[in-house]
């Protein structure tokens, strides 16, 4: 199994640096990794590294809380879609979510893929806030505004994905949408086990370590 296909290849520090952003997308084009992932203020830096490779540039929307303003998300996925995102990872507004403001969460999600037109929108739903059914309210609202993923984590949060997460949100998308694993996946076994229950990413900051750990160990 080729793990690197799965992987986005992470870094949204609050202190990572140009230099940094560079160094990602070496690794990312060397190790053939599906795509790199950084805050929206790295998008042009990152696809200038990435010119003339395969390797995929998804940037992040209100992250890493999602409480923001739904006009700057909306224009901070425009921004970085004219910058060469092609993909949009964002936070939904969780807040909302529990206070019961489904229109609002979904209308958010709605603008913004209409915003980014044919490019991919992944729902970051940050799980480890959210109570079964809160998850699978989330699910069903980024499916009816028509995103392409749904994703468990920012990785900022109290813990990061679960396999428990992953069966809840598969039940509720099927296959009508995808599943993005993200936020403590640290090796390649446990990034295995995503595959194995039929995630389509890895969201990680440790992808290098996960392709370099040797297969037959596993
Ligand atoms: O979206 C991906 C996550 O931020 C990565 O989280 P991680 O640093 O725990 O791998």
Same mark, same amino acid.
């Given at each position: 199994?080729?793990?690197?296909?799965?992987?986005?290849?992470?870094?949204?520090?609050?202190?990572?640096?140009?230099?940094?952003?560079?160094?990602?997308?070496?690794?990312? =084009?060397?190790?053939?990794?599906? !795509?790199?992932?950084?805050? /929206?203020?790295?998008? #042009?830096?990152? %696809? $200038?590294? &990435?010119? @003339?490779?395969?390797?995929?540039?998804?940037?992040? =929307?209100?992250?890493?809380?999602? !409480?923001?303003?739904?006009? /700057?998300?909306?224009? #901070?996925?425009? %921004? $970085?879609? &004219?910058? @060469?995102?092609?993909?949009?990872?964002?936070?939904?507004?969780?807040?909302?979510?529990?206070?019961?403001?489904?229109?609002?969460?979904?209308? #958010?999600?709605?603008?913004?893929?209409?915003?980014?037109?044919?490019?991919?929108?992944?729902?970051?739903?940050?799980?480890?806030?959210?109570?079964?059914?809160?998850?699978?309210?989330?699910? #069903?609202?980024?499916?009816?505004?028509?995103?392409?993923?749904?994703?468990?984590?920012t990785g900022f949060g109290s813990r990061g994905a679960s396999l428990?997460?992953?069966?809840?949100?598969?039940?509720?998308?099927?296959?009508?949408?995808?599943?993005?694993?993200?936020?403590?996946?640290?090796?390649?076994?446990?990034?295995?086990?995503?595959?194995?229950?039929?995630?389509?990413?890895?969201?990680?900051?440790?992808?290098?370590?996960?392709?370099?750990?040797?297969?037959?160990?596993?």
């Amino acid at each position: 199994m080729d793990l690197n296909r799965f992987i986005d290849h992470t870094l949204l520090s609050a202190s990572a640096t140009s230099a940094d952003i560079k160094k990602l997308c070496e690794e990312a =084009v060397t190790h053939n990794f599906y !795509a790199v992932c950084v805050n /929206s203020s790295y998008t #042009e830096t990152a %696809k $200038a590294y &990435l010119k @003339g490779s395969q390797v995929k540039l998804a940037a992040t =929307v209100g992250f890493p809380l999602g !409480a923001a303003l739904a006009v /700057s998300k909306i224009e #901070e996925a425009r %921004k $970085a879609v &004219l910058e @060469g995102a092609d993909e949009i990872d964002m936070v939904i507004n969780i807040g909302f979510l529990k206070d019961g403001k489904k229109a609002e969460v979904e209308e #958010e999600i709605t603008a913004i893929k209409n915003t980014i037109g044919n490019k991919v929108l992944k729902v970051i739903i940050e799980t480890c806030y959210l109570s079964e059914k809160e998850i699978r309210l989330a699910c #069903e609202m980024a499916l009816k505004a028509g995103a392409d993923f749904v994703k468990t984590s920012t990785g900022f949060g109290s813990r990061g994905a679960s396999l428990e997460d992953i069966r809840i949100m598969r039940e509720v998308v099927g296959v009508r949408m995808k599943i993005k694993a993200s936020g403590g996946i640290r090796d390649a076994r446990t990034a295995m086990e995503y595959v194995e229950l039929g995630v389509d990413r890895i969201g990680t900051s440790s992808g290098i370590k996960i392709v370099s750990e040797n297969p037959e160990r596993l």
